[in-house]
C-alpha cells in the first residue's frame, strides 16, 4: 500500500479536485465514494473501484481492514495520514476509507415505454439523493434531471441516495419536454390546485413522474406537457410538503394503486370437464 504523507503530492491535489468540483469530476470520469456503505453498494453492481484511499486510523477498524483483505478491494491501495484524509473527507467525521470509481454512464438508452422520475430544477443535492434513493426501492429505474438540477454525482447526492446511483439510469442535463413529448406512458406532475387527488387517480401502465423545484414547482412549460396533474391532500395547515417527501408519496401510491388494480382484477373460469 503506497502513502502519501504532504499536501503537495500531486494524487493528493487531484484527489481533492474530484471531491470538490463537478467538473473536475466530468472531465477525468471519476468519482469519490466516501464511507463503506457508497462502496459496497458500488461493488454490488459496478465492480471494483479504481483505487481505495485509507486513513492510518481507518485501516485499524475492523470492518475497514475486513474489506482491504478481499481479493476484489481494487489494485491500487492509498494510506494518508488522519489530517490528509480529513481534509478530503466529505463527511463531518471521516469514514477512514472512500474510493476512486469511474463515473457510471446510463446503462440504457432513454425508454419512452419505461416507468420515469424526471425531475425538473430541483437544486438541493439531498433532496435529489433522497428522490433517487425512493425511487431505487419502488422499482423507477429510469431519471431525468433537468439541466438546473443539483449535480447526482455529488458528495451530498451521494449520501443522501445511499448508494441507489448504481441501481439506477441517470440522464443529467435532459431536455423534460422533449422526453415527455415523446413519451408513450402517462406523464403525470404534481400541482397544489390540480382538481384531482392522488388518491382519486388510477395509476396504471408506464408512468412518468415529473417533481419540481423546491419554490416553484413544476415549471409551466413541462406540466403543460403532462397528461395529468394531481394534488397531494394535505388537511393540515401546510402549505406544501418538500420534494423529497412529495415524490416518496407519489412513487408509493403508484406501487399500492398498481397492487390494488392487480386485486381487482377477475380471475379467468376454470376449465369446464367435457363429458
Known amino acids: ?34 464511507g463503506m456503505h457508497l462502496i459496497e453498494a458500488y461493488g454490488r453492481h459496478c465492480g471494483i473501484p479504481e483505487e481505495i484511499l485509507v486513513s492510518d486510523s481507518g485501516a485499524g477498524r475492523p470492518e475497514i481492514a475486513r474489506y482491504l483483505e478481499c481479493r476484489g478491494a481494487a489494485k491500487t491501495r492509498t494510506l494518508l495520514s488522519d489530517a ?121 401502465g408506464p408512468l412518468a413522474w415529473v417533481f419540481g423545484s423546491e419554490g416553484l414547482g413544476v415549471r409551466p412549460a413541462v406540466l403543460a406537457a403532462t397528461h395529468l396533474q394531481l394534488r397531494i391532500p394535505m388537511p393540515g395547515a401546510t402549505e406544501s410538503l418538500n420534494v423529497a417527501a412529495a415524490a416518496a408519496i407519489c412513487l408509493f401510491e403508484t406501487l399500492r394503486s398498481r397492487e390494488c388494480h392487480r386485486a381487482e382484477a377477475p380471475v379467468g373460469r376454470s376449465a369446464q370437464p367435457h363429458g
Open 84 to 204: 490528509l484524509f480529513g481534509e478530503l473527507a466529505t463527511v463531518d467525521t471521516p469514514s477512514g476509507i472512500m474510493a476512486v470509481v469511474p463515473l457510471p454512464a446510463a446503462m440504457r438508452k432513454l425508454d419512452y415505454d419505461a416507468d420515469t422520475v424526471l425531475l425538473d430544477g430541483v437544486q438541493d443535492p439531498g433532496n435529489v439523493g433522497s428522490i433517487l434513493r425512493s425511487a431505487a426501492a419502488a422499482g423507477f429505474r429510469q431519471i431525468l434531471l433537468s439541466i438546473d438540477c443539483a449535480q447526482a454525482w455529488s458528495p451530498k447526492t451521494l449520501r443522501a441516495a445511499m448508494g441507489a446511483h448504481f441501481q439506477l439510469d441517470l440522464h443529467e442535463n435532459s431536455d423534460l419536454g422533449e422526453f415527455l413529448a415523446a413519451y408513450r406512458g402517462q406523464s403525470v406532475a404534481t400541482a397544489l390546485a390540480a382538481p384531482l387527488s392522488l388518491y382519486s387517480a388510477r395509476l396504471q
Open 1 to 34: 500500500m503506497r502513502r502519501i504523507a504532504a499536501r503537495d503530492n500531486p494524487h493528493y491535489k487531484a484527489l481533492k479536485k474530484l471531491g470538490e468540483s463537478g467538473r473536475e469530476r466530468r472531465k477525468s470520469g471519476r468519482v469519490l465514494l466516501d
